[in-house]
T-cell receptor
Framework: QKEVEQNSGPLSVPEGAIASLNCTYS??????FFWYRQYSGKSPELIMS????GDKEDGRFTAQLNKASQYVSLLIRDSQPSDSATYLC??????????FGTGTRLKVLA | EPEVTQTPSHQVTQMGQEVILRCVPI?????FYWYRQILGQKVEFLVS????????KSEIFDDQFSVERPDGSNFTLKIRSTKLEDSAMYFC?????????????FGPGTRLLVL
C-alpha cells in the first residue's frame, strides 16, 4: 500500500464548476496534511494546510480532513483555466519527513 | 515576500562527477529539506536538517549524498559520483518549525542532467 495515494487523473471539469481532489494515507499517526499545486516544470506551491478533522476554507479552496477514514480532500470552487495544474497531497510522517502523493492532474476546460 | 532561492537553475554534468546544489532558505526558518523529482514522477523526500544536523533521511539518501550548512545562509546538497539516474529536479524547502508552523516553502529547483 502506498503511503499517500492520489488518483493521477486527468480530472477534467468545466470552467466555473467545483473540482474535487482526493487523497488517502496509510499512516494513522499522521498529524499534518498539505495541498500543493505544481505547474509543469515548476516547484510545488502551497495551497492549504490542515491539521484537525473537518473543513478549512480559504477563498475558493476548501480542505477536508477525516482522520478516522485516513482521507483528505481539496475542493476548488468556481474553477478557472488557470487552476489547471497537478495537485499534490503531502503528509507529515514522523518529526520532519513529508511524503507526497503522485499528484492529480486537473484540467479546467474553458 | 521572502522566498527560498536555489542555484544553479540548471546543471549538466558527466557521469561520475560531483555536483553541489545550493539553496538559500527563508531567513527566519530553522528547518531545511531537499527533495528530488524525477521527470514525470512524484516529489520524493531526501533529507531534513535542523540545528546543523540531519533530522531524518530517506532510503534514497545514501552515502552518495551529503548536506551542509556552510554558513548562516546557505544550505547545500552534494552528490558524489553522479549516475544517470540522478538526473532529476532537486528542490530545496524550508519551514519555521513547530512554533511558527510546519508548512514548507519550496525553492524554484535545480534541474540536474547527468550525461
Amino acid at each position: 500500500q502506498k503511503e499517500v495515494e492520489q488518483n493521477s487523473g486527468p480530472l477534467s471539469v468545466p470552467e466555473g464548476a467545483i473540482a474535487s481532489l482526493n487523497c488517502t494515507y496509510s499512516d494513522r499517526g499522521s498529524q499534518s496534511f498539505f495541498w500543493y499545486r505544481q505547474y509543469s516544470g515548476k516547484s510545488p506551491e502551497l495551497i492549504m494546510s490542515i491539521y484537525s478533522n473537518g473543513d478549512k476554507e480559504d477563498g475558493r479552496f476548501t480542505a477536508q480532513l477525516n482522520k478516522a477514514s485516513q482521507y483528505v480532500s481539496l475542493l476548488i470552487r468556481d474553477s478557472q483555466p488557470s487552476d489547471s495544474a497537478t495537485y499534490l497531497c503531502a503528509v507529515r510522517r514522523g518529526t520532519y519527513k513529508y511524503i507526497f502523493g503522485t499528484g492529480t492532474r486537473l484540467k479546467v476546460l474553458a | 515576500e521572502p522566498e527560498v532561492t536555489q542555484t544553479p537553475s540548471h546543471q549538466v554534468t558527466q557521469m561520475g562527477q560531483e555536483v553541489i546544489l545550493r539553496c538559500v532558505p527563508i531567513s527566519n526558518h530553522l528547518y531545511f529539506y531537499w527533495y528530488r523529482q524525477i521527470l514525470g514522477q512524484k516529489v520524493e523526500f531526501l533529507v531534513s536538517f535542523y540545528n546543523n544536523e540531519i533530522s531524518e533521511k530517506s532510503e534514497i539518501f545514501d552515502d552518495q549524498f551529503s548536506v551542509e550548512r556552510p554558513d548562516g545562509s546557505n544550505f547545500t546538497l552534494k552528490i558524489r559520483s553522479t549516475k544517470l539516474e540522478d538526473s532529476a529536479m532537486y528542490f530545496c524547502a524550508s519551514s519555521e518549525g513547530e512554533r511558527g508552523g510546519q508548512t514548507q516553502y519550496f525553492g524554484p529547483g535545480t534541474r540536474l542532467l547527468v550525461l
